[in-house]
């Protein structure tokens, strides 16, 4: 039997012929057949993977000049595949391959350049290496130069010569050029406004499996912008996207599921693909997971679990979280009561724009909670929400111009915001204006607008506007006379907690004959009052 430690001969082990034939003349020094060697060690080809051995036999190749097996070894360094890693090493070996005039060495060597990896950071040897790699059609190489004339980085910034670049590598299929095109169509740089050119570039580029541009054409069709509406095509592109694990189309197929938009809603796998994009870092499905987590929804109620991950999503600046975490801080949920750290996070939303942070703060600095009382910088947070049409700011806006304790008076200004307010629906400003018109205060008497007003504060619920309408029913006063009507919105306000419509409810209640009585118990027990 044959001693197991003697080394059997290559055709014994089963070699091919073209691996023999490969082997002979690279112990020969045929330096093509020496990187043709370390090409099979590689990918395994006709022999066992063994990357030490591809980096024996490229280096072979390399040092008798053979530009391909320079590059070669140069990924070799940079991935770290049968030697240590070693981007200084990636760099030396690309640039004797890049000055041969080898594209692929060239594209390399100005990444190393870009990234200052191995060598030191150099836009500018960036972007000759990028040229030469373009020149010569390296798709690549010319994604890149377009991304720079677009930048200005390393060149004057140049949207036409962008484009130049980025269609000839786009043309060549290159997925993230097409990406890169469909943007520029998208957004009318470097080429006039073209929204079906758009669509076609991300189009292609999804079509190879580019997930941003998965993303982008999903986000098209689930907002119906530059093709028709269609949930389900917008749900298969997310799909595909959110199984490569692009963050932003898992947290959109969150959002659809969750709302049954174009799917039935499904609780449950909304809460599954919002975990895949929030433990990829990404902030509104972590914010979204945590709001679940305070509110019991789809999950056990934790406060401890919805602060943790709304901390994730503050830290990184999401305003809404910021925002969320400050009202348990304030609350203390799930974490010590502590109004300062509140109060912080309230600030660092307000600051973002979050109108409702800034309309809490509004709220305390009016109020003097847990900070010194000052109307002037109330009045600040209350207009920045305000400005935003924020109606419970525009209100209180309204409400300090109305307040003598504020020092701000001013009936023209008061009635302006509280007519913003009033516009969207907002009860308060309803009654407020009713109140206006009713009395005079500000505005020229208008019995009319001032039950319109009310009307529409009453049917939102508003006790003192159900009140008022009762009163104008009942004397006849700026409205028809009518016991009935008066009768149905007075034990509403009563019912409301306002005390003293009971009176009045009483004195309606007398002056009526049974039919009406039970007209207005039939009124009653509908729950709705006419006009």
């Known amino acids: 039997m044959q001693n197991a430690s003697v080394r059997q001969p290559d055709a014994a082990r089963g070699h091919t012929a073209e691996y023999l034939r490969v082997k002979a003349l690279a112990e020969r020094g045929v330096a093509n057949a020496q990187h043709s060697l370390g090409f099979m060690y590689v990918n395994g080809q006709n022999v066992a993977q063994d990357f030490a051995l591809a980096v024996e036999?490229?280096?072979?190749?390399?040092?008798?000049?053979?530009?391909?097996?320079?590059?070669?070894?140069?990924?070799?360094?940079?991935?770290?595949?049968?030697?240590?890693?070693?981007?200084?090493?990636?760099?030396?070996?690309?640039?004797?391959?890049?000055?041969?005039?080898?594209?692929?060495?060239?594209?390399?060597?100005?990444?190393?350049?870009?990234?200052?990896q191995g060598i030191g950071h150099d836009v500018e040897q960036a972007m000759h290496w990028f040229s030469k790699a373009a020149e010569q059609g390296d798709a690549g190489a010319q994604n890149n130069l377009g991304m720079m004339y677009e930048t200005g980085k390393g060149v004057p910034q140049d949207f036409k010569q962008a484009i130049f670049w980025y269609r000839k590598a786009a043309e060549q299929g290159y997925a993230r050029a097409q990406f890169n095109l469909a943007l520029?169509?998208?957004?009318?740089q470097g080429v006039p406004l073209d929204r079906p050119q758009a669509i076609l570039w991300f189009r292609k580029a999804a079509e190879q499996g580019y997930a941003p541009a998965q993303f982008n054409l999903g986000l098209r069709f689930d907002k119906g912008q530059g093709v028709p509406q269609n949930s389900q095509k917008?749900?298969?592109?997310?799909?595909?996207?959110?199984?490569?694990?692009?963050?932003?189309?898992q947290f959109n197929l969150a959002l659809m599921y969750d709302s049954g938009h174009g799917v039935p809603r499904d609780e449950a796998l909304a809460l599954e693909w919002y975990l895949k994009a929030a433990n990829q870092g990404h902030a509104g499905a972590?914010?979204?997971?945590?709001?679940?987590?305070?509110?019991?929804?789809?999950?056990g109620q934790d406060f401890e679990q919805a602060q943790a991950w709304y901390r994730k999503a503050a830290e990184q600046g999401f305003a809404s979280a910021q925002y969320h975490l400050g009202l348990l801080y304030d609350a203390g949920s799930g974490l010590e009561r502590d109004t300062l750290e509140a109060i912080g996070w309230f600030r660092k939303a307000a600051e973002q724009s979050h109108v409702r942070a800034q309309f809490e703060l509004g709220l305390r600095f009016e109020g003097g909670i847990d900070v010194p009382r000052d109307y002037v910088r109330a009045m600040a947070w209350y207009r920045r929400a305000a400005d935003h049409d924020y109606a419970p700011a525009q209100f209180m806006v309204g409400a300090l111009f109305d307040s003598d304790d504020a020092g701000m008076l001013d009936s023209r200004e008061a009635y302006s915001w509280y007519r913003k307010a009033?516009?969207?629906?907002?009860?308060?400003?309803?009654f407020a204006l009713g109140l206006r018109h009713d009395s005079g205060q500000g505005v020229q008497r208008d019995y009319e607008a001032a039950y319109f007003w009310?009307?529409?504060?009453?049917?939102?619920?508003?006790?003192?506007?159900?009140?008022?309408?009762?009163?104008?029913?009942?004397?006849?006063?700026?409205?028809?006379?009518d016991l009935v009507q008066a009768l149905t919105w007075l034990q509403q306000a009563e019912q409301a907690g306002v005390a003293a419509a009971t009176r009045y409810v009483k004195a309606t209640a007398a002056k009526m004959n049974p039919a009406q009585l039970a007209q207005a118990q039939c009124l009653a027990v509908g729950g709705d009052v006419a006009a």
């Open 422 to 430: 009033a516009e969207q629906g907002y009860a308060r400003a309803q």
């Open 286 to 299: 972590q914010d979204n997971i945590g709001l679940r987590y305070e509110h019991g929804q789809g999950v």
């Open 454 to 481: 009310y009307l529409q504060a009453a049917r939102q619920g508003h006790a003192r506007a159900q009140f008022n309408l009762g009163l104008m029913h009942a004397s006849g006063h700026g409205a028809v006379p």
């Open 57 to 116: 036999w490229y280096r072979k190749a390399a040092n008798s000049g053979l530009e391909h097996a320079q590059y070669n070894l140069g990924v070799m360094y940079q991935k770290g595949q049968g030697v240590e890693q070693d981007y200084t090493q990636a760099a030396i070996w690309y640039e004797r391959a890049a000055v041969q005039g080898y594209a692929a060495a060239q594209y390399n060597l100005g990444w190393l350049y870009a990234k200052g």
């Open 184 to 188: 520029r169509y998208d957004n009318a």
């Open 234 to 249: 917008a749900i298969s592109w997310y799909r595909r996207a959110a199984d490569q694990g692009h963050a932003s189309s």
